[in-house]
């Protein structure tokens, strides 16, 4: 039996009859049509999948739907904001984060959990920070550069990594943010 879910996803609340089995990585790219979000794997290994779920880094093959219910979510698709691409994108175009792209959505939204916890971290931090997230292609060193070009980037900017759109963790959860966030 079909189950009723309100998510709000980069700031835009969604309501949908789900399966209690439909994944939540196929909720995002199949019914909201967001495939910046991959599937990289079957045996969540890869963080292809990965978004910010009530501003925590989450494996959305590993969550269903109905989990998402009244939860918020920031996928790739809302890291840009009016026309402005968010530091971590810049950072990551700068200093050739990707090469295929295939793993970058997951990687900048795991950075963004780094930066939002550690602002100036050091490269066995970030390397630690992305231990979740592979990549094929690159051999991670420029994604290396590019979280911590992202991290002066923002504190230039004088603005927290995670966007207002994200949501916010639990109190329990732990984590600093900056002074603002980005729009
Ligand atoms: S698709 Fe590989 S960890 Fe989710
Ligand atoms: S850039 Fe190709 S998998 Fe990372």
Same mark, same amino acid.
Request: net charge neutral; proline share 5%.
């Given at each position: 039996?079909?189950?009723?879910?309100?998510?709000?996803?980069?700031?835009?609340?969604?309501? $949908?009859?789900?399966?209690?089995?439909?994944?939540?990585? $196929?909720?995002?790219?199949?019914?909201?049509?967001?495939?910046?979000? $991959?599937?990289?794997?079957?045996?969540? =290994?890869?963080?292809?999948?990965?978004? %910010?779920? =009530?501003?925590?880094?989450?494996?959305?093959? =590993?969550?269903?739907?109905?989990?998402?219910? *009244?939860?918020?979510?920031?996928?790739?698709?809302?890291?840009?904001?009016? *026309?402005?691409l968010?530091p971590?994108q810049e950072a990551?175009w700068?200093?050739? *984060? %990707?090469?295929?792209?295939?793993?970058?959505?997951?990687?900048?939204?795991?950075?963004?959990? !780094?930066?939002?916890?550690?602002?100036?971290?050091?490269?066995? /931090?970030?390397? $630690?920070?992305?231990?979740? =997230?592979?990549?094929?292609?690159?051999?991670?060193?420029?994604?290396?550069?590019?979280?911590?070009?992202?991290?002066?980037?923002?504190?230039?900017?004088?603005?927290?990594? !995670?966007? /207002?759109?994200?949501?916010?963790?639990?109190?329990?959860?732990?984590?600093?943010?900056?002074?603002?966030?980005?729009?």
């Amino acid at each position: 039996m079909e189950r009723t879910i309100t998510v709000t996803v980069n700031g835009v609340t969604h309501r $949908h009859e789900v399966e209690p089995r439909l994944l939540l990585v $196929h909720y995002l790219r199949e019914v909201l049509g967001l495939t910046g979000t $991959h599937i990289g794997c079957d045996t969540t =290994n890869c963080g292809a999948c990965t978004i %910010l779920f =009530n501003g925590r880094t989450a494996k959305s093959c =590993n969550l269903l739907a109905v989990q998402a219910n *009244g939860a918020t979510i920031l996928t790739v698709e809302g890291l840009a904001q009016d *026309g402005r691409l968010h530091p971590i994108q810049e950072a990551f175009w700068e200093e050739h *984060g %990707l090469q295929c792209g295939f793993c970058t959505p997951g990687m900048m939204l795991s950075a963004l959990q !780094i930066l939002d916890r550690t602002p100036t971290p050091t490269d066995e /931090e970030i390397r $630690h920070g992305l231990d979740g =997230n592979l990549c094929r292609c690159t051999g991670y060193q420029h994604i290396v550069n590019s979280v911590r070009s992202a991290g002066r980037r923002l504190k230039d900017a004088g603005v927290g990594a !995670i966007p /207002e759109a994200a949501g916010s963790p639990p109190v329990s959860a732990g984590g600093k943010g900056g002074a603002m966030r980005w729009p």
